[in-house]
């Protein structure tokens, strides 16, 4: 048995015998490529590369779910997987052959791609042949390198991994137009006064020269605390509704509007004395807003429920917010606010009590 593909040579370097080939795959080919163990993949504990290259199951289950999820429309990009033919491959009118007993194909890059490729075509066979058909032809570039030398073989797999820059997750949300929180989160951008123009869409933090309030990360983060397993599309004018009506309340409410634009120099100065522009109080803002979304309040007495909240002393060196485990006393004795999970939840469970929702673990 063999594989024959359709392949163009590129030149690598300046060598004659620095060749490779530009190809492509069907999701079927790497499906039986795996199942006869034809693809290399290390599985070996005194294999040096094993720990960096183990398969990560969760990793393959989110390729698997975006390659089914995307596939019936074309918006499946994936970058070539890359893998070593040892000796040589055969080439010849225009067609790369592969025998299966004669030639070992070695994965360089891709792997976790390959895997989630059979693990759609796996997923989608238990439901429906015919589109286990359909999707077992849709193609994957590869390029071939030919005869690497394990060392350049391992020298690959280092730069591929290693030179790979992926994009901030702020970007990476400014890019998508699939998730439904990203784009709850792109609407409030647009639409909630107080965020237009306000909010950091490249970089994931806020540096003490960037007068943005927000990133928006932290705005899609809070947006999925509002409405969390959010995957369809079923409804979602009304939640992008919901949300914008909810943090225009909320900024209407505010003493002195905190989240207007402001210079640099009166944002930095902000952020050193006040709560109301850090993340952490944004996705606890995000699980309030949860809180009376679950609570069926209706958009126009959104004001009158958050009201209460004017009343809570915002500066970070108040001790009330150190006693609720949101802030902390640093090194300096100054105050600081960690981002984490914990102090969200004190800072959600505090603001909860601000506006006389009982908390859910009270009702235990």
């Not at 890359?82 to 007993?101: G, M, S, T, V």
């Not at 006064?193 to 003490?208: D, H």
């Not at 500066?315 to 006393?329: A, H, P």
């Amino acid at each position: 048995m063999e594989l024959i593909v359709q392949g163009v040579p590129v030149k690598r370097g300046t060598s004659d015998k620095q060749v490779s080939y530009v190809a492509s795959m069907t999701f079927g080919d790497i499906a039986r490529l795996l199942d006869g163990n034809y693809l290399y993949v290390p599985n070996q504990p005194d294999l040096p590369d094993l720990a960096q290259r183990k398969l990560n199951p969760a990793r393959i289950k989110a390729i698997a779910m975006y390659i089914l999820e995307n596939y019936h429309n074309g918006t499946i990009f994936f970058p070539p997987i890359c893998i070593n033919i040892q000796p040589a491959p055969i080439y010849k009118d225009e067609r790369i052959f592969l025998p299966y007993q004669s030639v070992a194909m070695r994965l360089t890059d891709g792997q976790h791609r390959c895997f989630g490729i059979r693990e759609a075509l796996i997923e989608i066979n238990r439901e429906d042949a015919m589109k286990f058909t359909i999707l077992s032809q849709i193609e994957v570039g590869v390029l071939f390198y030919s005869a690497l030398s394990l060392e350049d073989e391992r020298q690959a797999f280092r730069d591929q991994n290693l030179l790979v820059q992926r994009p901030s997750v702020s970007l990476a949300h400014y890019f998508d137009r699939r998730s439904p929180a990203v784009l709850i989160a792109k609407e409030l951008m647009e639409r909630v006064p107080q965020f237009q123009n306000n909010v950091e869409q490249i970089e994931n933090g806020l540096s003490p020269h960037n007068p943005k309030l927000i990133t928006l990360s932290t705005l899609v983060t809070a947006t999925k605390y509002t409405f969390p397993n959010l995957k369809g599309m079923t409804d979602l004018d009304l939640k992008i509704n919901w949300a914008v009506n909810f943090w225009q309340a909320l900024a209407s409410i505010l003493p002195n509007d905190p989240w207007q634009v402001k210079s640099k120099e009166e944002r930095c100065q902000q952020r050193q004395e006040s709560l109301l522009v850090s993340a952490v109080v944004f996705q606890a803002l995000g699980m309030l807003a949860r809180d009376l979304y679950l609570e069926n309040v209706p958009e126009q007495e959104l004001v009158k429920w958050l009201t209460r909240l004017q009343e809570i002393n915002w500066l970070k060196d108040n001790e009330f917010w150190r006693e609720r485990g949101v802030t902390q006393v640093g090194a300096t004795r100054e105050p600081i606010i960690s981002n984490t999970k914990t102090t969200v939840s004190a800072c959600h469970k505090t603001l909860q009590e601000s506006i006389g929702i009982l908390p859910i673990d009270s009702l235990v």
